[in-house]
């Protein structure tokens, strides 16, 4: 079955530094990988995504590269924000949107002022 | 647009009743419903898919006499926690994929879940 495996938290930085978490995986045929967001007392929300390998994913400043030959799917932005504050979860479907997805263990983000 | 309610947001019950989860999607026809447990801090474990109109798939470990699911329409699917212990406290959360894009998933806000 598939697999994500992501660093775990939490993760503290000050506003306006660079962040990197990291997300590899392991899935059969040509998965699509997700990262989700969870704001404190919400639900989740679909950060970015990306289909294909090299396609990179894009939003509100966040990145992510699809990278087959490493099986990796990295989350970056270069400058974080206090409001970037939540719990971020990397996933992975390969079944087309008809199987379930399989999430990674979450990374707890906190960003200080 | 996409846009998945649950209801309630959370519920408290005795031990030995059942509980009523609703899933629905307001503004898009879901034809595929998954169904999520979530432990603190933990990450999210899919318990089951369900088509609608069709019997749910389970997933392993997953007891589907405990665990009812009945997506009656395309807009919505409810999970009822039969016989509830202790053990089921949980936050079940559920999404749903769409004609539009079937490879994303929108969730719903959760539904806290404690048993007595």
């Known amino acids: 079955g598939n697999s994500v495996t992501q660093m775990e938290g939490p993760v503290t930085l000050s506003e306006e530094a660079f962040l990197t978490i990291n997300c590899t995986y392991t899935?059969?045929?040509?998965?699509?990988l997700f990262w989700y967001v969870q704001y404190p007392g919400e639900g989740l929300q679909l950060l970015l995504k990306a289909t294909k390998a090299d396609d990179k994913g894009s939003n509100k400043g966040f990145e992510a590269t699809y990278r087959k030959e490493t099986t990796s799917f990295h989350l970056e932005k270069g400058s974080v924000q206090v409001s970037d504050s939540a719990v971020y979860f990397c996933a992975v479907d390969s079944g087309g949107g008809a199987d379930g997805l399989t999430f990674g263990k979450g990374t707890h983000l906190i960003i200080q002022p | 647009g996409a846009v998945v309610s649950q209801h309630p947001s959370w519920v408290i019950c005795k031990s030995g009743t059942s509980v009523k989860i609703e899933c629905r999607s307001l503004d898009f026809q879901a034809t595929t419903m998954f169904w999520y447990r979530q432990f603190p801090k933990q990450s999210l474990m899919l318990m089951a898919t369900s088509n609608e109109g069709s019997k749910a798939t389970y997933e392993q470990g997953v007891e589907k006499d405990k665990f009812l699911i009945n997506h009656a329409s395309l807009t919505l699917s409810t999970l009822t926690v039969t016989s509830a212990h202790p053990e089921d406290s949980s936050f079940y959360i559920c999404?749903?994929?769409?004609?539009?894009?079937?490879?994303?998933?929108?969730f719903g806000p959760g539904t806290r879940l404690t048993v007595l």
């Open positions: 899935a059969t045929g040509y998965p699509s």
């Open positions: 999404s749903a994929t769409g004609h539009a894009s079937t490879d994303t998933q929108y």
